[in-house]
């Protein structure tokens, strides 16, 4: 079965400091591919970054950056200089390479950034 | 460029009434349509997927059902409503073969 634990329930940091959110995935499929989404206090889903199991390069974009480690199962977000309008709650989230696209999500994280 | 509506965005219903809750896709064909429930503001739940009109997958059992009469458009029901089904509906849609979702503003539904 496929799974998602996202241990850190809530993480509270002061703006321009760096943060990670972690991210451990399980699943038996060879071809799978990874998520992470923002949801603001709106409540609406904010596609931040596709990666796919083939392709385990880390990527920046901006502030923000990803690490996945195959090894460890393991699919990391780390914003740096953090700022308040990064307070939100984070998922990640695993599908399998089926056509359903079926994501499963992790519990969340809920960042707070104070100024 | 696609756009993703759902209404309406917020919902008071006593509890053994009706539900009707509508998702419509603009700017693509074709896509998967997703019902989520996110209850007490934490994890997504899947409720429903669609992969074509009229092709209804049912992830948990419960007191809602899902129908897609045309090929943009995705609606959640219920015939009576339990306290339970209080939450935040999200609707999502992807276009195979890419695998990332994209979600509505969601319907924030509370029943009394």
């Known amino acids: 079965a496929q799974k998602v634990t996202q241990a850190q ?6 703006e321009k400091e760096d943060v990670t959110l972690d991210c451990v995935y399980e699943t038996r499929d060879t071809t799978y591919y990874l998520f992470w989404y923002k949801q603001p206090p709106s409540g609406e889903l904010v596609f931040l970054i596709r990666r796919n199991s083939f392709d385990e390069q880390n990527e ?27 307070s939100a709650v984070y998922f990640c989230a695993l599908t399998g390479s089926g056509n359903t696209g079926k994501l499963i999500f992790g519990q969340g994280t809920t960042l707070q950034v104070k100024p | 460029s696609q756009t993703i509506h759902q209404w309406p965005a917020t919902l008071v219903q006593p509890v053994g ?6 998702c419509t896709v603009e700017g ?3 896509p998967n349509l997703y019902w989520y429930r996110q209850a007490a503001g934490r994890g997504l739940q899947l409720l429903f997927y669609s992969v074509g009109i009229g092709q209804i997958s049912s992830e948990v059992p419960q ?20 306290l339970s ?7 999502a849609w992807n276009r195979p073969p890419s695998y990332e979702q994209y979600f509505g503003p969601g319907t924030r539904l509370t029943v009394t």
């Open chain 2, 63 to 82: 007191n809602l059902s899902a129908s897609r009469p045309q090929d943009r458009q995705f609606i959640l029901s219920s015939k009576k409503l339990l």
């Open chain 2, 17 to 22: 009434s009706p539900l009707s809750l509508e």
């Open chain 1, 9 to 14: 329930t809530e993480i509270s940091v002061v």
């Open chain 1, 60 to 86: 920046i974009s901006g502030r923000y950056s990803w690490n996945f480690q195959k090894s460890t199962s393991s699919f990391n977000f780390t914003i740096t200089a953090s700022q308040v309008v990064d």
């Open chain 2, 28 to 30: 693509t064909s074709n």
């Open chain 2, 85 to 91: 089904d209080s939450g935040f509906y999200l609707c």
